[in-house]
C-alpha cells in the first residue's frame, strides 16, 4: 500500500514540472497596497502588471523603421528625418541596422550616395548601386548610441544622372527603401517585451508601415462596455502617435501578434480566463491595466481587467490619464509629427517668425540641378486667411556664377505651388532676407508642408559634356538662418468642415460636454471603425475626446454627435441634414446590373434637357470659365451675393464609405456621419482611410473613398456657418472681412462702387457750400 502511494506521489511530482516552466511571470503585484495588505477590499489604484525576466534562447526581434512602408528617395538630392521610440531593454541591448533598397538604372553609381544617421551620427555612407534588384546593407551600431524613448532616424540620398544634363532628366532618378528589409534587428530576449505604460510608444510598425491594435473582449456586445472601450482606444491612440493606426475587436481570437501590432485584452477574469490562464491574481479584487506574456507565442499582451466593469473603466482610466496632459482648453506649441517627420511641427496662432534652424533644417550646399527640402508648421482650425493671406519665407541662400538666368526658386504649400522667385541676373549672387510671399491659399487646419525647391540651370549642363553630371562643385546654397514668417491671420471657424476635422479634431476637440456617439449595431465591424475613426480624432486634437453612446438619434437633439453605421440604417433625420439623397439608403451598394433598365422618367427627362442645353455655348461658356479660373483666379462660385444652398448628394456604386459633416438642427452643434453601405466595408474602407496620406486629404462637405482604386473624392462647401472661437476684437473682424470680401469679389466690387459714388456725392455736396458765388 505505502509503494503504491509513493509511486502516485512521484507520479504527480513530475508531472508537475512542465506546467512550472510554462509560467513565464509573477504576477503578484511589487507594491500592495495597505487596504489590500489589511484585506480590506480592493485597491482604488489599478495594480501594476510586471514581468519577471526569462532569458532564452530566441531569434533576433525586429523594429521595422519605415513609418509609412516604402520610401522614394526622388531627384538628386532627398533628406528624410523621424523618429522611432525604443524601450530601456531595446535600447540597451545590441543591435543591427538593416537598409535594403533598389534604384533607378539612370543613377551614376560613382557619384550617387545613399547616407544613414542615427542620433546624428553616420552609420552609413554607401555608393547608390543596386539596379536590377534589392540590396539588403547591414550595419553595427556603436554601443550606447541608442537610447532610451525617441531616436532620430535620417536617410540622406544624392543621385545624378548617368548621363542627361536636363532638369526633366533629374525626375528619372529614384531610389525605392524596402519596408520590409529596413529595421533595427536586436539580438537579446528582452527586447520583445513591454513593461511600463510608456513602453506602448515602442509598438511602432510593421513591414507596410501600419500600426493595429487588436483588442479582444469577450463581452463585446455588453452595451456598457462600448464607451470604456472608445476611451481605451483614444488613449492608446494618442499614447502611440504613429501615423498610421487602425482597431479591430472580436470576441474570442487571439493570435500571435506581429511587429507593430499589439493584442489588448479587456475583461474580467472570468472573461478572460479562456484565453489567457496567467492572469493577474489581484484582478479578481481590483482594476489591473499592464502588459504580460502570452505563453502561447511569447508576446507581449496588454490586459486591462477587474473583478467588475466599473472596475475596468477604472483600469482604463488609469492608462488614458496621462494623455490628458493637453485638455480642450490647452494650447499646444507643436503638433506632433516626429514619427513620421521630424522635427514636431510648430502651432502658430498669430504672428509668428522661425528661422530654418528651428525646423529642422541644416545649411546645406549643391552641387546639382534640382534642390527640394521642405518643414512643417501646424494652424489651427479657425484659421480663415485662405483668400488674401500671404506668409513671407527671408531666404537666405547664394547662387554661384554658373547659374543662368531663368533658373528659379519655387515654393509649395501641401504640394501646391504657392509662390515662384526668377533669378534674373548672371554673375552669381548672396541672397540675405529675400523676401519670398506664399500665398496662404493653400493651408489647411493641421500640419502643411512647406516645400522649397530651386532649379538650376547652368551653361554646362547644355553642354553635357562626359562627367558633368558628376561635379562636385556647389553651384548653390541654401542657409539655416533664413526664417519662415507667418503673419496674423484671421481666427475664425467654419462649419461644416472635414478638413478642420481631420486636421485638428475639430469642434469635437474643443468641446467640454461629452460628443453624442450613435452606433447603428454593436458589432466587431462597427465598434473597429468607431475606434479607429476615433482614434484619428484624438490624434489631431492632442488628447482623447469624451464620448458618450445613444441607443436612440432622439436622444441627441441639437448636441454634437457621429454617427457610424450602414447608410441604410441611418436616421431620415441625419441624410436630410447632411443633404444625402433618401434613395441612396437602399441603392448604394446594390449591383448595378440589376439597375441597368431601372431609369425613371424624370431622370430621362432631365438627361434630354442637359443635352438640349447643352452643344456649343455651354461649352463655350465652360472653356472660358476654365481660362478665367486658370488666369485670374476667380471662379463664378465666387461672382454671387448669397451662398448657394447645398444639392442632394447620391454616392456612386464604386464608393465603399462616405463621411459628411453638417450643423445640428438648430445650428448649435455639429453632426459627423461615417457610413458605408455594409458593416464590413464599414470596417475596411475606415481602416483604409486612417492611413495618414488619406486622411489628410479629408475636407468639405462630403468626402468619399473608394477602396478599390484608393481614390478619395470631397463635394465643396457652398454654404457653411461662422462659428467664433476668439474674445471679439476689432482686429480680428478686420481681418476676418478681408479674407470674407476677397472670396466674395462681386459683394466687393458692388460695395466698393456704392463708396465710390457716396464719396462722390458727400465731396459734390461739400463743394457746392464752399467758394465764391455769384
Known amino acids: 500500500m505505502m509503494k503504491s502511494v509513493l509511486l502516485a506521489l512521484i507520479i504527480l511530482v513530475l508531472q508537475s514540472f512542465p506546467l512550472r516552466a510554462q509560467a513565464p511571470f509573477d504576477m503578484t503585484p511589487e507594491q500592495p497596497t495597505a487596504e489590500e495588505e489589511t484585506g480590506n477590499g480592493a485597491a482604488s489604484q489599478p495594480a501594476v502588471v510586471t514581468p519577471t525576466a526569462q532569458p532564452s534562447e530566441t531569434e533576433a526581434f525586429k523594429r521595422y523603421l519605415l513609418p509609412n512602408g516604402n520610401l522614394d528617395l526622388n531627384g538628386e538630392f532627398e533628406d528624410r528625418a523621424w523618429s522611432v521610440y525604443l524601450t530601456p531593454q531595446q535600447a540597451a541591448t545590441g543591435a543591427k541596422l538593416n537598409l535594403g533598397y533598389q534604384n533607378s538604372i539612370f543613377v551614376a553609381p560613382e557619384v550617387s550616395r545613399l547616407s544613414v544617421e542615427v542620433n546624428d551620427a553616420k552609420i552609413a555612407d554607401e555608393a547608390v548601386r543596386s539596379p536590377d534588384s534589392v540590396s539588403d546593407l547591414s550595419f553595427n551600431l556603436p554601443k550606447d548610441l541608442l537610447k532610451p524613448g525617441s531616436n532620430l532616424i535620417r536617410l540622406r540620398a544624392h543621385q545624378r544622372h548617368r548621363t542627361d544634363c536636363t532638369i526633366e532628366s533629374t525626375f528619372q532618378l529614384w531610389s525605392n527603401v524596402d519596408a520590409e528589409k529596413t529595421y533595427l534587428s536586436f539580438s537579446g530576449s528582452d527586447a520583445q517585451g513591454l513593461q511600463s505604460l510608456d513602453d506602448i510608444r515602442a509598438i511602432g510598425v510593421d513591414d507596410n508601415g501600419l500600426t493595429r491594435f487588436n483588442f479582444v473582449v469577450p463581452a463585446l456586445e455588453q452595451p456598457s462596455a462600448t464607451i470604456p472601450l472608445m476611451r481605451l ?24 501578434t506581429k511587429p507593430g501590432e499589439l493584442t489588448v485584452l479587456v475583461g474580467t477574469p472570468a472573461e478572460l480566463q479562456p484565453l489567457l490562464a496567467s492572469l493577474p491574481a489581484s484582478a479578481s479584487s481590483g482594476p489591473v491595466a499592464g502588459f504580460v506574456e502570452d505563453p502561447a507565442t511569447g508576446s507581449p499582451v496588454f490586459v486591462v481587467s477587474g473583478p467588475t466593469w466599473q472596475a475596468i473603466g477604472t483600469a ?17 506649441d507643436v503638433i506632433t509629427t516626429q514619427r513620421w517627420h521630424s522635427p514636431d511641427a510648430p502651432f502658430l496662432f498669430s504672428d509668428t517668425r522661425l528661422r530654418f534652424s528651428q525646423l ?43 547659374v543662368l538666368p531663368g533658373s528659379h526658386i519655387d515654393i509649395y504649400v501641401n504640394g501646391n505651388i504657392a509662390s515662384t522667385v526668377p533669378i534674373t541676373s548672371s554673375g552669381g549672387g548672396i541672397l540675405r532676407q529675400l523676401p519670398i510671399n506664399v500665398t496662404m491659399r493653400h493651408f489647411r487646419p493641421g500640419v502643411n508642408t512647406i516645400t522649397i525647391e530651386a532649379i538650376l540651370e547652368t551653361e554646362d549642363d547644355k553642354l553635357c559634356a562626359p562627367g558633368a553630371t558628376g561635379s562636385e562643385t556647389p553651384r548653390f546654397a541654401l542657409f539655416d538662418s533664413s526664417e519662415f514668417h507667418m503673419p496674423d491671420f484671421a481666427r475664425i471657424a467654419q462649419l461644416p468642415n472635414l478638413a478642420a476635422s481631420a486636421g485638428t479634431g475639430f469642434p469635437y476637440g474643443r468641446s467640454q460636454d461629452a460628443t453624442r456617439l450613435y452606433l447603428d449595431r454593436i458589432d ?7 475606434a479607429t475613426f476615433l482614434g484619428r480624432l484624438a490624434v489631431g486634437a492632442g488628447h482623447p475626446i469624451p464620448v458618450e453612446t445613444v441607443a436612440s438619434p432622439a436622444l441627441i437633439g441639437s448636441r454634437s454627435a457621429i454617427f457610424i453605421g450602414a447608410l441604410s440604417q ?43 442645353r447643352g452643344g456649343v455655348w455651354a461649352g463655350w461658356i465652360t472653356a472660358f470659365e476654365d481660362w478665367v479660373k486658370r488666369n485670374f483666379d476667380i471662379s463664378l462660385s465666387s461672382l454671387r451675393f448669397a451662398p448657394v444652398s447645398e444639392s442632394s448628394f447620391t454616392p456612386s456604386n464604386e464608393t465603399s464609405l462616405l463621411v459628411a459633416q453638417s450643423a445640428s438642427l438648430d445650428g448649435s452643434g455639429t453632426w459627423s456621419l461615417v457610413a458605408a453601405p455594409t458593416g464590413k466595408d464599414l470596417h475596411e474602407s475606415v481602416q483604409a482611410l486612417s492611413a495618414q496620406d488619406t486622411w489628410m486629404q479629408l475636407a468639405g462637405h462630403i468626402t468619399t473613398y473608394q ?8 463635394v465643396p462647401i457652398n454654404d457653411f456657418d461662422f462659428v467664433e472661437t476668439q474674445p471679439a476684437s476689432l482686429s480680428n473682424y478686420r481681418l476676418i472681412a ?9 459683394t466687393y466690387a458692388v460695395l466698393l462702387t456704392a463708396l465710390s459714388v457716396l464719396l462722390g456725392l458727400a465731396t459734390a455736396m461739400l463743394l457746392n457750400n464752399l467758394g465764391r458765388r455769384e
Open 738 to 746: 478681408a479674407n470674407w470680401l476677397s472670396t466674395n469679389i462681386l
Open 233 to 256: 482606444a483614444q488613449g492608446l491612440a494618442v499614447f502611440a502617435d504613429m501615423p498610421n493606426q487602425s482597431f479591430s475587436f472580436n470576441t474570442r481570437s487571439m493570435a500571435g
Open 316 to 332: 482604463i482610466e488609469s492608462v488614458v490619464a496621462p494623455t490628458e496632459v493637453t485638455g480642450p482648453a490647452t494650447r499646444r
Open 360 to 402: 529642422g533644417f541644416k545649411t546645406e550646399e549643391f552641387s546639382g540641378r534640382r534642390f527640394r527640402t521642405d518643414f512643417t508648421v501646424g494652424v489651427p482650425a479657425d484659421f480663415y486667411a485662405n483668400a488674401y493671406g500671404e506668409a513671407v519665407i527671408l531666404l537666405d541662400a547664394a547662387y554661384s556664377p554658373t
Open 524 to 530: 466587431a465591424d462597427t465598434l473597429s471603425a468607431a
Open 570 to 612: 441611418m436616421p431620415q433625420t441625419v441624410l436630410t441634414q447632411m443633404n444625402i439623397a433618401e434613395a441612396s439608403r437602399t441603392t448604394w451598394g446594390s449591383d448595378p446590373g440589376g439597375q441597368a433598365d431601372a431609369v425613371t422618367t424624370e431622370a430621362a427627362v432631365d438627361a434630354w434637357r442637359e443635352k438640349l
Open 707 to 714: 477602396r478599390g482604386t484608393k481614390t478619395v473624392e470631397t
